[in-house]
């Protein structure tokens, strides 16, 4: 969020009395996060397929075959 204290009017160059917008260069206000948000059974399954499709993160039970061998010789010795 920025504070409207520190906006900083943009001007065109060809006429300094028109503003065009304001400047990106300002600090920004963060602000802490009272309460995660929950979301519905349903929506975070769609939300978690979605994030598998892209291959944002691999579904849940899925180990890697490095991770599954490495446990099996675990067990075997």
Not at 19 to 28: A, D, T
Not at 47 to 57: A, F, I, K
Request: aromatic content about 4%; glycine content about 6%.
């Amino acid at each position: 969020m920025i504070a409207s204290r520190h906006y900083q009017l943009v001007f065109r160059k060809d006429a300094p009395a028109v503003p065009v917008g304001i400047s990106l260069n300002v600090p920004v206000l963060r602000k802490r996060t009272l309460r995660e948000a929950v979301l519905p059974d349903e929506p975070a399954a769609l939300l978690g397929l979605l994030r598998t499709v892209l291959g944002l993160e691999t579904p849940w039970p899925a180990r890697s075959a490095e991770s599954a061998r490495s446990s099996g010789q675990a067990k075997a010795s």
